[in-house]
């Protein structure tokens, strides 16, 4: 890991270390975005959005309907547990694409290096809690390579342009295995909504 996407990675888990002293413990102020159809991006058209506000007003956030052709056991040929995920890695975007992270689904509280991310929903960072999820969890997790930082201000210059649909944090719809038509399902809810007020 370069030394940039170490000092980075540290900024993230400092940074969602604040928000927990700041009893969000939950995930509560996390988000669902939805693409809108105007959305015209190589990366960005036609996505599904996992957002938690950060404490300098930024957001961190995954794409979470992007599988990719990659499996864990290609990435970590030499981890036995890993050859055994049948699910593909999933682009969680373009930055720090070398950085495997997951989302794993629970309930109750924090129990290791984890951070709760979303209602039921836990995000690991560090290397041996990725691991640790690969080993004991991965029936419930997502892995994502990559993901995407917004500076204080982004999210809303782009809410105000009309480029996503703001939805309720739901779990189920983080974890579905087959992404397949999930962006033309909620794109459509959120076209049903505007044209309904």
Same mark, same amino acid.
């Not at 009309?162 to 999930?182: I, N, S």
């Given at each position: 890991?370069?030394?940039?996407?170490?000092?980075?990675?540290?900024?993230?888990? =400092?940074?969602?270390?604040?928000? &927990?002293?700041?009893?969000?413990?939950?995930?509560?102020?996390?988000?669902? &975005?939805?693409?809108?159809?105007?959305?015209?991006?190589?990366?960005?058209?036609?996505?599904?959005?996992?957002?938690?506000?950060?404490?300098?007003?930024?957001?961190?956030?995954?794409?979470?309907?992007?599988?990719?052709? =990659?499996?864990?056991?290609?990435?970590?040929?030499?981890?036995?547990?890993?050859?055994?995920?049948a699910d593909?890695?999933?682009?969680?975007?373009?930055?720090?694409?070398?950085?495997?992270?997951?989302?794993?689904?629970?309930?109750?509280?924090?129990?290791?290096?984890?951070?709760?991310?979303?209602?039921?929903?836990?995000?690991?960072?560090?290397?041996? @809690?990725?691991?640790?999820?690969?080993?004991?969890? =991965? @029936?419930?997790?997502?892995?994502?390579?990559?993901?995407?930082?917004?500076?204080?201000?982004?999210?809303?210059?782009?809410?105000?342009r009309g480029?996503?649909?703001r939805m309720?944090? @739901?779990?189920?719809?983080?974890?579905?295995?087959?992404?397949?038509?999930?962006?033309?399902? &909620?794109?459509?809810?959120?076209? @049903?909504?505007?044209?309904?007020?």
């Amino acid at each position: 890991m370069s030394r940039n996407a170490f000092a980075f990675l540290t900024t993230l888990l =400092a940074a969602f270390a604040i928000c &927990l002293h700041a009893h969000a413990a939950e995930g509560d102020d996390a988000m669902l &975005l939805v693409a809108q159809p105007k959305l015209i991006d190589p990366i960005y058209a036609s996505t599904v959005l996992i957002v938690k506000p950060l404490p300098n007003g930024g957001h961190a956030r995954f794409i979470i309907n992007k599988p990719t052709e =990659a499996h864990l056991g290609e990435v970590f040929p030499n981890h036995e547990p890993s050859k055994k995920v049948a699910d593909p890695l999933f682009l969680g975007g373009p930055e720090d694409i070398n950085t495997v992270f997951a989302l794993v689904e629970r309930r109750g509280a924090q129990k290791d290096g984890t951070v709760p991310f979303a209602p039921g929903l836990f995000l690991a960072v560090k290397s041996q @809690d990725v691991d640790h999820v690969i080993e004991s969890e =991965a @029936d419930h997790a997502r892995f994502l390579v990559g993901l995407v930082i917004w500076k204080p201000g982004e999210l809303d210059m782009e809410m105000e342009r009309g480029f996503w649909y703001r939805m309720e944090a @739901d779990p189920k719809v983080f974890m579905r295995k087959d992404t397949t038509h999930l962006w033309e399902e &909620l794109m459509q809810k959120g076209e @049903d909504k505007k044209h309904s007020t």
